[in-house]
Structures are given as structure tokens and as C-alpha cells.
């Protein structure tokens, strides 16, 4: 009987020590239970039940526990704990390495934590990695005309164990002009960035630049560290070039800079078609070379059907002048145009002075008009009459009357007809505002620009009177106008095309005509 005794108290102290090993209650609760048996059994037993108590006391040693909190993860200086990473273990003391974990409560203050592990709490006071640097890096260059950016800012933590941590996300950025302002909670630090600053700012021509016109091309700065960049600044952007070096002022940036352009002396030709683009694109006819431009329309009119108006621009002086038909003494003879266009080949003709069919076909005038022929006379009238049409070595178009040759002297051809000119100094002559007929004529903006009218198709009875011709030479800018032979005589050729219908029924030979050559 006592034997089963000993037994059964056994049980109760091993099934204690079980509990001490797998169970999460705490070895001092089961100790307090554990105890009181066990000096029960091992006074009152027999020999055979101090043996199984002392047992007991020995598995009840080697089972014996602490309960620990623990936080495995570092923790840095501002790092929140987090409650997922708590562990709360119970250690076997006499059992190496032999670690359980148990649940509990878990209640985090700063860096403190408190396990709550059946009633009885455990604490752990973690100690964080302090702050050794902060600094900030600015991961571009800074240039003179540019903001810093947040996104190209970074903010590092170097901590006491030498671990660097990227914080740009968790700190306070603020910037103002080239400084960078950081805020990591107590922690504060700025950076002043180098600036970069310009050092020129030059202009990149779309070509070479000419006088009279207005920059064309790109703006090209310069940092000092030699980098480069295509800028938009701001100018006067009607301010024309003059041939040479211009300083022209710049604003960029809120700054002002002189930047030079050279430019060269325009071209004619370059020149011509820059001034008259829109009438030149939109002309029915056009010729352009180098020295001789024109530009040709046809124009509808109200007393008319239509006229044909060719604008005429010349390089040099000596591209307009009167020619002879087949000869260079007014003999008599007349030539179609056709037949002087394929002996002369001149870019453009019309029909020139009026000759008498009663007389030999002899130029109109001839008793009374000086009619000179590359650069002499060819008759023998001692003062002009003021009917010619005389065209100078440079050019100019005029007629004056009682000029004497040597006062002539530079003109190297002339024609005549009945009329004085339609215009005169810019200003209208009294003309015919009855008689309609087709018409031809030439007028002088000035020398080296022309116009020729030639107005009326077949038949006689449309056309213009003197008087509408000479308006459309004033409206057009003349200063100078002449009224040619009209009628069947009317002739406009240009680039070996003839662009009238004749008033007759086949081209008219006539004596003289006016030429424009390249």
C-alpha cells in the first residue's frame, strides 16, 4: 500500500515537471505546486520514495525556465518597433540552446516592450543605433539658368556601426535659390550647391545673314564647364543687320547679353526676292537668274478684258535699252518680233515708238526727235523734243526737251512717239481719257525696276485710253511712264513666248522695240 502510495505522488511530481517543460505556465507558478509535494513525499516516504522524489527534483531542475523578451532586428536611431518582430521565448537554463517560443501580449512604448505572459510582464528597454552623419548630395550639375530639383536630391544617415541608409523620402526638403534645406526629425543640415555660370552666348546663323534683313538662325549658350545648349531668348525680332558686325542686345534669363551677327552685303538677287516673294510666287509667268527677275500677270480690268503686267528687276544698268529692227540706222525696215527675239534673244520685248507707213516707215518724230542707237545718234536733230523716250547707261528712264547731244552724252538709246510721258516726277500728265484702243507701254519705279503694260487682244475696239494706262503706272508706283505704239503694233514676248493675241490678224512688223536682257 504505501508502495502505490510513493507511486501515485511520483506521478504528481512528473506530471508537474511536464508542465514546467510544455506548457507556457512559468516555472516559479509550477514550483510553488511542485515544492510542498515534494517535501511531502520525501520526509514521509520510504527509502524507495525519497529515491523517486529526489528524481523528480532533478527533472524539475533540468526543466527549469526564465521567460525573455527579444527584439532580433536593429534598431535605428527614430525607427519605430514593430509589434510583428517581437519575440517572447522561454529558456531552459540547464539545456543549452533549448529556446520555445510563447504567446503573450505585447504593448510597445518608444522603445520600450512589455510581454504580458499569463498575468506576470516582462520588459525590454532597446537600445537604438545613434546618428553619426547626415548629409545631403545634389546628383546634377547646378547651371546658372536652372532650378534645383527634389528628385535629384539625396539625404544619407551614416550610423555608429557604419550602416548608410537612403532617408530623402523620410526627411523635409526645401530649397531656395542654390541651397538645400534638409529636416530628419531633430536633425537638421543644408548644402549650398555651385552654380554653374555661363559663360557665353552665341548666335548660330540658318545661313549666311544679309544686311537689310532680319536675324535668321539659333542662339547657342556656353557654360563654363563647356557644356552647350540651343536657348530660346528674347529680341527685337524686327531689328534689321547692317553689313558687318552687329551687337545685338539679348535678354535671357533675366539677364541682358550683347550678342554679335555678322552680315554681308545682300545679294541682288537674294534681295529682290525677299522684298517681292508673295508677287513673285503668285505671278503667272516668272523669270530669275542672277542680274534679271520678272514676274508677270494677267490682270482683269473693267474697260478691258484684261492686261498683261510684267514687273522687271535689273542687276545692272545696261540691261534695257531700245534695239532696231534689222538694222542700226533706221533705213526703213521693220522686223516681227519674233524675228528680233531669235536674232537678239533678249528675256523679255515689247513693241516700241510709233514710225510713219507714209513715209518710208520712218520713225515717228524723226524730223524733230533725237534718235540715238548704242550710244550715237543716227539722225541729225540737234535738240531733243521732249517726245523721246531716252535710256541711260544707268538705267534711268526720262524725257526732257531741248537737250543737246553733249548734254546727252550716258544715253545710249532712245525712241520717240507722238505723246509727251504719262508720268512725270511721279506725278500725272494730261492724257486722252476718250479713245480706247490696245496699248503698250514702260514705266520706272526707279533704275533697275520696270514695269510694261500691254493691254487689249484682238480687234480694236477694246483696250485702254492713254489716260487709264498712265493710272495703272501710278498705281503701280511709277515715277516715270511712257505711252508706246499701240494698236496691231502691241507686242509682249517673254522667255521666247508671245503672251498677247495681236489687234490684226497676224503680228505686226514694227521699227523699234524695247529689250530686257540678262
Known sequence: MKKDFNIRLFIILFLLV?????????????????????????????????????????????????????????????????????????DYLLIPHSIKKVSSEVEINKNNITASVNGKNYSLDVKAIEIQDLSIKYNNNLYEDSLIKKQDCTVTVTYENNQIKDITDLCNI?????????????????????????????????????????????????????????????Y???????????????????????????????????????????????????????????????VSLKSSDYVYIAHIFTKNNNQVRVEASNSVSYDG???SPFSLNERLNPVLLVNGGGFNISSNFMPSKWGSSIYLLNNRQVNSVKESSG??????????????????????????????????????????QTCDTY???????????????????VAGHSGYSNGLTIAELRD????????????????????????????????????????????FYE
Request: contains cysteine; aromatic residues 10%.
Open 472 to 515: 495703272i503706272f501710278y498705281d503701280l508706283g511709277c515715277a516715270y511712264a511712257f505711252n508706246l505704239d499701240g494698236g496691231g503694233s502691241s507686242t509682249l514676248i517673254m522667255n521666247d513666248k508671245m503672251l498677247n493675241s495681236p489687234a490684226q490678224s497676224s503680228v505686226r512688223n514694227v521699227i523699234n522695240y524695247i529689250c
Open 18 to 90: 511536464s508542465l514546467n517543460c510544455f506548457t507556457e505556465l512559468t516555472s516559479d507558478i509550477l514550483v510553488f505546486a511542485f515544492l510542498p509535494i515534494f517535501m511531502y513525499t520525501f520526509i514521509l516516504s520510504n527509502k524507495e520514495g525519497k529515491k523517486l522524489s529526489v528524481i523528480a527534483l532533478l527533472l524539475m531542475c533540468i526543466s527549469f525556465n526564465t521567460v525573455s523578451v527579444q527584439y532580433p532586428y536593429p534598431v535605428y536611431a527614430y525607427d519605430e518597433l514593430k509589434e510583428s518582430k517581437v519575440e517572447v521565448h522561454k
Open 236 to 298: 527685337d525680332t524686327k531689328q534689321t543687320l547692317n553689313t558687318g558686325t552687329n551687337p545685338i542686345p539679348i535678354q535671357y534669363n533675366n539677364n541682358e547679353y550683347l550678342v554679335n551677327v555678322s552680315a554681308e552685303k545682300e545679294p541682288w538677287d537674294h534681295k529682290v526676292l525677299r522684298e517681292h516673294q508673295k508677287e513673285i510666287e503668285g505671278s503667272d509667268n516668272v523669270h530669275i537668274s542672277d542680274t534679271l527677275i520678272i514676274a508677270e500677270n494677267k
Open 435 to 453: 479713245s480706247y484702243a490696245p496699248r503698250s507701254g514702260i514705266g520706272m519705279v526707279h533704275p533697275g525696276e520696270y514695269y510694261v503694260v
Open 174 to 234: 526645401s530649397i531656395k535659390d542654390n541651397v538645400i534645406s534638409a529636416k530628419y526629425f531633430d536633425n537638421n543640415i543644408r548644402l549650398e550647391v555651385p552654380v554653374v555660370k555661363i559663360q557665353s552666348i552665341q548666335f548660330i546663323p540658318n545661313g549666311v545673314q544679309y544686311e537689310n534683313n532680319t536675324i535668321n538662325g539659333k542662339f547657342k549658350l556656353t557654360y563654363e564647364d563647356k557644356t552647350e545648349k540651343i536657348v530660346r531668348v528674347t
Open 387 to 428: 517726245y523721246e523716250l531716252f535710256i541711260s547707261d544707268d538705267g534711268e528712264l526720262f524725257s526732257k526737251g531741248g537737250l543737246s547731244l553733249s548734254e546727252l552724252e550716258g544715253v545710249n538709246s532712245s525712241l520717240s512717239f507722238k505723246d509727251n510721258p504719262i508720268l512725270q516726277n511721279g506725278e500725272k
Open 333 to 335: 525696215r521693220t522686223e
